[in-house]
């Protein structure tokens, strides 16, 4: 059995549909999956943005925070159920990320409301840093949301532009991890377009 981690920035929509056909597919072929984080706010500090790409980045830095205080209270689990109950509503549901949206997620869980605090408070961003930093370092160099990992060895994506059906999903998820177990394979890629779509 081999253990495949994805790492991705709560924002990224892309990264949603790439989690829910990858939680799906394992699920059906008896896979071990943990999500953790990378941040896109790390990712690109120090680059020219215009105001909108700057005001999501600013949104991923609040909401990293939050993330990175509830895997510090309640593991890799905690990331996995507050990811899927804010990314219904963000993603799925078409919702703006606001504060209220955060408690709303929070509240959903059973979660501790204090998480919420985090949201302005910068002493979570070294959990942060750190966490997108072991991204990196699996992927080998410099990668967005989602990064996959079998293993030891990352790689950015699968970038999914709809969530594949359960017989492509499990047959995808086959052809990854043998992909990502072959000594010298690096690069499997072709233009995309987005926005996303969420439905099968």
């Known amino acids: 059995m081999n253990s495949v981690e994805l790492y991705l920035d709560p924002i990224c929509p ?23 984080q990378m941040s896109l706010a790390v ?5 020219e943005m215009d105001p909108a ?33 804010l990314g219904t509503q963000i993603h799925t549901g078409g919702r703006e990320l606001t504060d209220d949206i955060v408690n709303e997620a929070l509240a959903s869980r059973g979660m501790d409301p204090a ?13 942060v840093r750190t966490s997108h930093q072991h991204s990196q370092d699996l992927l080998g160099g410099e990668g967005g949301s989602p990064i996959l990992a079998v293993g030891d060895v990352g790689y950015f994506g699968p970038v999914l532009t709809s969530i594949p059906t359960p017989d492509a999903g499990t047959a995808l998820l086959d052809a990854v ?24």
């Open 14 to 36: 892309f990264a949603w549909v790439t989690s829910r056909w990858l939680l799906a597919a394992a699920a059906d072929t008896r896979r071990e999956v943990t999500l953790r």
């Open 43 to 47: 990712l690109n500090e120090n680059r």
């Open 53 to 85: 790409q700057q005001a999501k980045m600013g949104r991923s830095r609040r909401i990293g925070r939050v993330f990175a205080a509830a895997v510090a209270t309640g593991g890799p689990d905690a990331f996995t159920g507050l990811y899927d109950a």
């Open 115 to 127: 998480l919420a605090d985090a949201l302005d408070d910068p002493s979570w961003d070294a959990a």
């Open 177 to 200: 991890v043998t992909a990502a177990s072959t000594p010298g394979f690096a690069v499997l890629q072709r233009p995309y377009q987005g926005p996303p779509s969420f439905q099968r």
